[in-house]
């Protein structure tokens, strides 16, 4: 059992630095104030059109039964709306950054919850979501941050000067959650079809019909032409197939993880560009995971790099005039 | 000591919390009536089943509105309040299917709160697009229409 508990700690709680967690917590919050907000129109169109909800999401139905009355009402989510930005900007900054975190995401989650909670649901905010709630339980603020600069000032006035960035056990597990996040979700995507679809799956016809569904319907031309191409379509089923079923590995075979995350973002940019589906908050947090998880992969490719170009630069200078 | 408590307290409670968000996973696989409610944990099967081999089609479909002065709008997400994918689930799909309960319903939650002009059609009008060997085909399909009659009095209600 100890042994057990040993590598599970070994796995979550690593000593490192606090800069990829801080790193993280930066991209994670400008996408997701800059880019995935929701839409504070579509909020109040749907509150204005709808006198009841037609499948209320669990955390929706936590809140009618805690919070009385007018909650679900434009006013009310007009000032969610806007508190749910401040957070992000304090969270983005680092100021107070635990508290902002966790205001932005519950004020995230509600949202996104509401807009589902009319018999309609997608799977492309959940994870980062979970990953949003994960940063605000961790030292998300000790580096790169307005918290951080105060507490080294702090640190000054009282004769304390570390030189040394921090080293704790508690800062790479919201990243490491995210990884077995995506791994199981991409794992269960993959079984799915091969469970219900079988290996008929990958027959080329079945990429075909759904990518020119989906194409026709979102006028998307790369993706009509795709529909067309019934060899490459068997390709890109096989492709989709050992992907999604063997994303998992990365979590056991590190070496392995960045080409995991290379082509987890080649693989949901190309399902954007050829059928719509829009998982940009998946293609955030496998670049993430890919500049944060795996430094020593960057490490190598950038020390390379430049050894290539200070080797050429010598090569370069012994050449005769 | 303190902080070794506290560390291993720590260390406790996010292990606690990872093994739960895991395990809740398993809720919306195996209990089917809040499959579709317990965002963000979701049930992932997207896109599973697999198609025969055959001719590669898709079906464009456009539903429209008529008003009693005749005028027209299309019934999408701004005229109604729903995402297109829960206009299709509730109504398009079973209008297809030959489900005049779904156009009684659909006319019946567009006129709820319109006073003048009301709705007095439904109409559905399709494509079929077809990829065969020289390019792509496009069929009309048979016009779906519903307007209410007399026997139909009791038709339409609001999901």
């Known amino acids: 059992m100890r042994r057990w508990i040993d590598r599970w700690n070994a796995y979550w709680f690593p000593e490192s630095t606090t800069v990829p967690l801080a790193l ?30 037609i499948e209320p999401q669990l955390l929706i139905r936590a809140i009618s039964a805690v919070v009385p009355g007018e909650f679900f009402s434009p006013p009310v989510f007009t000032a969610l709306y806007w508190i749910t930005v401040g957070a992000g900007v304090l969270a983005l900054i680092g100021l107070f950054t635990r508290v902002s975190l966790f205001v932005l995401a519950l004020g995230i989650w509600i949202q996104i919850a509401h807009l589902y909670s009319y018999g309609d649901r997608h799977h492309t905010q959940a994870v980062f979501c979970l ?33 040394e960035p921090e080293r704790i056990d508690t800062a790479l597990w919201p990243l490491k959650f995210a990884h077995v996040l995506l791994a199981m979700t991409y794992f269960s995507t993959g079984a799915s079809k091969l469970i219900f679809g079988g290996l008929q799956w990958m027959n080329g016809y079945t990429l075909q019909k759904y990518t020119f569904s989906d194409a026709m319907h979102r006028e998307i031309p790369l993706g009509i032409w795709l529909a067309q191409q019934h060899t490459l379509a068997v390709f890109l089923s096989i492709f989709t197939i050992l992907f999604e079923t063997f994303f998992f590995l990365s979590l056991f075979f590190p070496r392995l993880a960045p080409f995991f995350f290379i082509a987890g973002i080649g693989f949901q940019t190309g399902l954007y560009l050829t059928g719509g589906h829009d998982f940009f908050q998946h293609i955030t947090l496998l670049f ?25 630069r010598q090569e370069q200078a012994r050449q005769p005039l | 000591m303190e902080e070794g408590f506290f560390t291993r307290h720590r260390r406790t409670l996010i292990s606690s919390g990872i093994l739960l968000v895991v395990a809740l996973h398993a809720v919306p696989v195996v209990y089917q009536p809040e499959r579709a409610t317990l965002w963000p944990i979701l049930h992932w099967a997207m896109y599973k089943d697999s198609k025969p081999a055959g001719p590669v089609t898709t079906a464009i479909r456009e539903t429209v509105a008529v008003s009693a002065s005749g005028k027209r709008e299309v019934v999408d997400p701004h005229l109604t309040g ?78």
Request: aromatic share 10%; glycine share 4%.
């Open chain 1, 24 to 53: 993280a917590r930066i991209i994670a919050v400008a996408a997701q104030l800059f880019w995935f907000l929701p839409s504070l129109e579509e909020q109040i169109h749907r509150l204005q059109r709808n006198s009841e909800f």
């Open chain 1, 131 to 163: 990953f949003l709630m994960a940063l605000a339980f961790a030292p998300s603020g000790r580096s790169l941050s307005v918290d951080a600069l105060i507490r080294r000032r702090h640190a000054r006035r009282s004769g304390k000067t570390g030189a």
């Open chain 1, 288 to 312: 993430i995971l890919l500049i944060t998880l795996t430094p020593e992969y960057w490490r190598v490719r950038v020390r390379r790099f430049f050894e290539g170009f200070r080797w050429g």
């Open chain 2, 82 to 159: 729903l995402s297109s994918f829960t206009l299709a689930k509730l109504y398009f799909r079973p209008m297809v299917a030959g489900d005049r309960d779904a156009s009684a319903n659909l006319l019946a939650r567009l006129n709820e709160e319109r006073k003048a002009d009301p709705f007095v059609e439904i109409r559905m009008e399709s494509t079929l697009y077809t990829i065969t060997d020289s390019g792509i085909v496009k069929v009309d399909l048979p016009l779906i229409s519903y307007r209410p009659e007399p026997s139909d009095s009791n038709r339409g209600s609001k999901p």
